[in-house]
């Protein structure tokens, strides 16, 4: 029963997160957006064109959704029931005289020809006249400019009178439909159209008297067929299938289909003015926090932590846009294409590596400066720029190449949420930088080690030695110039002001699926959280292990009949357990890891190990203090009075009571500890709470990531809760199975 | 110890509540002295009395002579133990008791 | 068996043993009987020193158990202990009780253990509950399981620390049916008690614990009906004391009738019996003895009330010249102090500094 409830507030949790938050449509349908676009949308087809036979089998797992008529499609279109419809250029022009307005998709779903139809060799002469006509219709250019006429966003306003047309050759009989604009069409009760004037020219010319009969489309293709009528007329686009059963004339348009889709939201173009008294967003203490400041003084500015919450709170609206260096942008933009910018006139930055201000952060400095030099001019930057800047996403994982044993060894620190200058690519390391500095270390002949880490950590580390090179996309600035070497600059890139202009809705579940599909499938990031898992499992067990036994070994001091040492003991205790508390656990950890421990080679993980045991040890001994004392005293004198020592009646009597009521606070603590390391990404250890982190700044997703850690840590935490539970079972002696209880001795 | 007093034209009547011993029989003396005078009737309420002790005796004594000069006393409401007193010291003869 | 020499044991706020010395044989059954603080449970808490002694010696059987060298855990397997709030052990079955010591510390097979374990439970009568835990049983059934879970250890010496003081009247029964059981087993055992009437029934030799020490020593027979010292009598017959020292004529009389007031509140002195006394005490003293006194006189004023025989008993006593209150010419006050006694008496002696005494015996 508890676990049902369990899961299902699990299920309301995630559900609510997401009801919550609006996820992307990374395909936005816009003007640009190709066929492949469509695959899962909403399409509406008007049954029997071609599009609906042969959109079908071109995106299988779009849904289609039938109407009888363009119009019908288009109001569909218009009210949200469908998200695009496929419509044949010409027509689509001619709803905008009826105020349907709509935008189209630059490529076309299928180009077409419209030609006449007549019945299968009903009437080859009249088809031979008739491709006469056209031929010369075409050449003297009264065809192009019919089409200019008729396919265009007015409607023309002149009568043709066809009916006073007549003949002595006899009378030819045009089916035509009604509700083909602008082909063929029915206007104040005439008809009226490109195709009404051209067969009107025709049988003028070609001595005819003309009857046009308005049918239905079913009529109109039957009535063809048979020779009711001698020709059809109505923009009949020519297909293999339809010339199975009619004869089509010479084409006499060319045209095609292309999505119909809503008109986009406001077209303004912004400018930099708008943002007079805009809201900004700025990482903390970055440069363009001064710069934003700088240049809209007016303008609210709010902080965030990294690049991927920028980027999400100016889809979200939270923020209306902030500063980045355009390659930053572009790349990001790849798959956002909602993401625009607008420039701002003379603001740039200089990007370079980072080096120690010692001997050998110098030495690195002019090597690099000589080497981007150098790949400058041989073009081999372009070729690398090429590549992780261009339009495209580069595809594969950057493969590190070999190094000799012998090269020297550079450490490097990279912040992974830089691209494209740094980051991850199929969880390898990859980026402009990345790049380049392999190929930097093969001709020094350095062996790069990289690590993982937040560029701040990056810069303190280079001052500790720990570090040789900061690598992150870094700005060079004055100030930062004073604390590290900075190699010159190899790119100089325009900053913008980020801004966002798609659109919101999509299919929730949609968005759902696609959102997972990023976290963990992609590039298999799911990797990347396992790791994660794996480091947070392993720190919180050992630390709960240590703890347990350290908590423990302090108790039984404080408890010896030794004088000295039990109040030596308890004075240690009572003084590192009071900093412990008063002091916030991150706090600690950094300590421990940037003072202490800071020009050792120690990984943050071991650190972290060393802090939560400590942390943990404390409570164990002091909870355990309590519920000793807790057990009635009397029990203690009864076995002491029977002849046991001190020692035998605390392990046998004491003990076992004790921590029967010691295990339910220990599993509290427990999974207290498990949350609680989820600040060790502060000192470079790439846990879970850091590789969802990681994630989302790869992904510019927000919520998916976040709500997945948090899920997993949710897991992990009861699984550990049981495991202790069941543990905890064991230690509780009224639980004892009655079998169990003196096992081996006959009753 | 408490005293009320409750006067009816020349009958007075006084009740006593508590003990009347060494300690407390010199406040019903004062009392006495102070409302005799022109007192034909003396009524002495001893329902509430607890304990009476040979100062109180005297007291009442005292009481007795000075009402056999002006009209009478009586004395009423007393308890087992009170009449034992009376009895065994003789002064169930000197006082009218009801 | 048992010797105790010259033992000693302070508190910080008290000393409830000033100077032990007694000897205990086998085979004794003796109780010891006492008023509240008197060190009873401290005496026996230092035999097997859970409340280790500030000074004296202890001799178990020819070993000095006092002294530093000694291995204590060794002599407590041979003393057991049951204590007034059973301390079983909670976390373990009662059978599992009884078998501890023995398998842990005698180190009997475990089968030989819950034999014997179930042996003794069924002595006591709780075979059925072995399986149970503590906290399933009654106080009666507790302190039974305690006394089995002693005899377990096979020792030459029981000390019951209060054993029926914690229990409804309504088991106070079984557990005693048992310790008479061991006293005719010829179980050696020292019980503290508040039960006169147990204490009679089953021991051979009762120690009144008063003043720091053993007070008085003797069978029950010489303890409960003939007791020979001041403290022991008054112990045994409940006797409750009121004492006033009186030093001048204008001494307060409300505050001394106040307190006897109190003191017949607390100690249940019947009515009729504190009429009587305040009437002794006004009569012949407050009216004829004190002021017949010279300037400087002490006088003092002590009541007995005796809660078994329900009696009272007052003693005047005061300095000066021969002076027999009865002989006074205060008619009143002696007809009253008789009327309230059953007998006066007068005597002098010119030694004391209280040369006169009238001791009055309240009806």
């Not at chain 1, 010319?205 to 059809?232: P, Q, R």
């Not at chain 2, 001893?46 to 009476?52: I, P, S, V």
Request: glycine share 8%; proline share 4%; aromatic share 10%.
């Amino acid at each position: 029963m508890k676990k049902t409830v369990a899961l299902l507030l699990a299920a309301i949790m995630l559900v609510m997160a997401f009801a919550g938050c609006k996820t992307e449509n990374e395909t936005l349908l816009s003007e640009d957006s190709a066929l492949s676009d469509f695959s899962n949308a909403k399409i509406g087809v008007v049954t029997g064109t071609v599009p609906a036979i042969i959109l079908p089998d071109m995106l299988p797992d779009a849904e289609y959704i039938q109407y009888t008529s363009f119009t019908d499609a288009a109001i569909a279109l218009e009210s949200g029931k469908v998200d695009a419809f496929p419509v044949e250029e010409a027509v689509c022009w001619a709803m905008g005289w009826e105020g349907l307005y709509f935008d189209t998709t630059k490529e076309k779903i299928v180009p077409v020809e419209a030609g006449i139809v007549f019945g299968k060799g009903l009437n080859p002469k009249l088809q031979e006249e008739f491709n006469a006509f056209l031929k010369d219709y075409s050449e003297s250019g009264k065809l192009a400019a019919l089409h200019e006429k008729w396919i265009s966003p007015t409607e023309p306003e002149d009568i043709i009178e066809y009916e006073s047309i007549t003949g002595s050759k006899g009378t030819i009989k045009v089916a035509i439909s009604g509700v083909q604009k602008p082909f063929t069409y029915i206007k104040n009760g005439r008809f009226a159209g490109h195709d009404i004037d051209m067969i009107s020219d025709f049988a003028r010319e070609y001595d005819y008297t003309l009857e046009f009969h308005e049918v239905g489309f079913a009529a109109f293709i039957s009535g063809v067929t048979t020779g009711n009528y001698d020709m059809g007329a109505s923009g009949l686009v020519i297909t293999e299938e339809r010339k199975e059963s009619l004869d089509f004339s010479d084409p006499y348009y060319s045209g095609g289909f292309v999505f119909a889709i809503p008109k986009s939201g406001n077209e303004a173009e912004r400018t930099l003015e708008d943002f007079e008294n805009a809201t900004l967003g700025v990482i903390v203490g970055s440069i363009y926090d001064g710069y934003s400041r700088e240049f809209f003084p007016n303008a609210a500015i709010d902080s965030y932590q990294t690049f991927a919450d920028l980027f999400q709170c100016v889809k979200q609206g939270k923020i209306d846009g902030f500063l980045l260096d355009i390659p930053n942008l572009n790349a990001v933009k790849r798959t956002d294409p909602g993401l625009s910018h607008i420039e701002i006139p003379g603001c740039y930055v200089d990007i370079g590596y980072a080096f120690g201000k010692d001997d050998k952060g110098e030495k690195l400095q002019s090597q690099m400066n000589e080497f981007i030099a150098e790949l400058k001019e041989n073009g081999t930057y372009d070729v690398l720029f090429e590549k992780w800047c261009g339009e495209k996403e580069p595809v594969g994982a950057l493969k590190a190449p070999e190094y000799p044993e012998t090269n020297e060894k550079l450490k490097i620190c990279l912040d992974v949420s830089r691209k494209p200058y740094v980051y991850l690519l199929e969880n390898e390391f990859a980026g402009l930088e990345v790049e380049i500095m392999y190929l930097f270390c093969e001709k020094y002949g350095y062996a790069p080690e990289f690590e993982s880490a937040q560029w701040t950590s990056g810069v303190a580390g280079l001052k500790e030695g720990k570090y040789d090179v900061v690598s992150c996309g870094i700005y060079i600035t004055e100030e930062r110039k004073e604390s590290v070497n900075f190699c010159d600059p190899y790119i100089s890139p325009d900053v913008v002001m980020v801004i966002y202009e798609g659109t919101e809705e999509s299919d929730f579940f949609a968005g759902l699926a696609e959102s997972f599909e990023k976290t963990f499938i992609r590039e298999d990031r799911w990797k990347l959280i396992a790791q994660g898992v794996i480091t947070t499992v392993v720190i919180s067990f050992f630390s709960v292990l240590f703890g347990t036994a350290f908590g423990f070994g302090l108790y039984m001091l404080i408890r010896s009949r030794n004088k000295a040492v039990s109040n030596i003991t308890k004075v240690i205790f009572k003084i590192y357990s009071k900093i412990l508390a008063g002091t916030p656990i991150l706090v600690i950890l950094m300590i421990l890891f940037y003072v202490i421990f800071g020009k050792t080679d120690i990984s943050g993980a071991v650190v972290s190990v060393i802090a939560f045991t400590l942390l943990f040890g404390s409570f164990v001994c002091g909870h355990l203090a309590i519920t000793v004392d807790s057990i009635d005293k009397g029990q203690i004198e009864a076995a002491l009075a029977l002849g046991y020592s001190r020692n035998q009646a605390f392990f046998r009597i004491v003990l076992p009571q004790a921590l029967k009521i010691f295990m339910p606070t220990f599993i509290g603590e427990t999974v207290g500890l498990i949350k609680g390391t989820s600040v060790v990404g502060y000192i470079t250890v790439n846990d879970l709470t850091k590789m969802g982190d990681i994630i989302r700044s790869n992904t510019y997703e927000a919520f998916f990531p976040l709500i997945a850690t948090a899920v997993i840590y949710f897991i992990i935490t009861w699984i550990a809760a049981d495991l202790l539970g069941i543990i905890a079972k064991k230690f509780d002696p009224k639980k004892r199975k009655p079998e169990n209880i003196l096992k081996g001795v006959a009753k | 110890m408490n005293i009320e007093k409750t006067q009816n034209a020349a009958e007075l009547e006084i009740k006593v509540r508590g003990r009347l011993d060494t300690a407390t029989a010199p406040q019903l003396e004062a009392e006495l002295k102070e409302s005799l005078s022109g007192i034909e009737k003396l009524i002495l309420d001893f329902a509430e009395l607890d304990y009476l002790s040979s100062a109180g005796l005297r007291v009442l004594l005292s009481a007795q002579k000075t009402m056999n000069k002006q009209g009478e006393m009586v004395v009423r409401g007393i308890n087992e133990t009170i009449a034992e007193i009376f009895e065994v010291t003789g002064f169930c003869d000197i006082l009218t008791i009801e | 068996m048992i010797k105790i020499e010259h033992l000693r044991k302070e508190y910080p706020n008290a000393t409830p043993l000033k100077d032990v010395c007694v000897e205990i044989n086998k085979d004794d059954v003796i109780t010891i009987i006492g008023p509240s603080g008197t060190g009873k449970s401290t005496l026996i808490r230092c035999l097997n020193q859970l409340d280790p002694p500030t000074s004296g010696k202890v001799w178990v059987d020819g070993e000095c158990i006092t002294d530093k060298n000694c291995d204590i855990s060794k002599i407590r397997r041979k003393m057991g202990m049951v204590f007034q709030s059973f301390n079983l052990f909670n976390h373990m079955t009662i059978i599992e009780n009884i078998m501890a010591a023995p398998v842990d510390l005698l180190k009997k097979s475990s089968q030989q253990a819950y034999d014997d374990g179930m042996e003794l439970l069924r002595t006591v009568g709780l075979a059925e509950k072995a399986f149970n835990y503590p906290d399933e049983l009654s106080g009666g059934q507790k302190q039974r399981v305690a006394i089995a879970r002693t005899l377990a250890m096979e020792p030459e010496i029981v000390l019951f620390d209060e054993p029926t003081s914690a229990l409804d009247p309504e088991m106070v029964g079984e557990v005693e049916a048992v310790i008479r059981d061991l006293a005719k087993k010829g179980l050696t055992m020292m019980i503290v008690t508040h039960d006169m009437r147990f204490a009679r029934e089953v021991s051979n030799r009762v120690f009144y614990m008063d003043e720091g020490g053993v007070y008085e020593d003797g069978t029950p027979q010489q303890i409960f009906d003939d007791p020979q010292k001041e403290n022991t009598k008054r112990f045994i017959k409940r006797i409750k004391i009121f004492e006033k020292l009186i030093t001048s004529r204008d001494f307060d009389f409300i505050k001394f009738n106040n307190d006897l007031d109190e003191f017949a509140r607390k100690n249940l002195v019947p009515k009729k019996s504190l009429y009587r006394l305040r009437t002794v005490f006004e009569e012949l003293c407050t009216q004829i003895i004190i002021p017949e006194l010279e300037k400087d006189f002490v006088l003092s004023f002590q009541a007995e009330y005796s809660q078994k025989e329900e009696t009272v008993t007052a003693a005047i006593r005061y300095s000066g010249k021969e002076f027999n209150p009865m002989d006074s010419g205060n008619f009143l006050s002696v007809s009253l102090a008789e009327n309230a006694s059953e007998s006066i008496c007068h005597s002098y002696s010119g030694e004391d500094e209280f040369t006169n005494t009238v001791t009055v015996k309240v009806k």
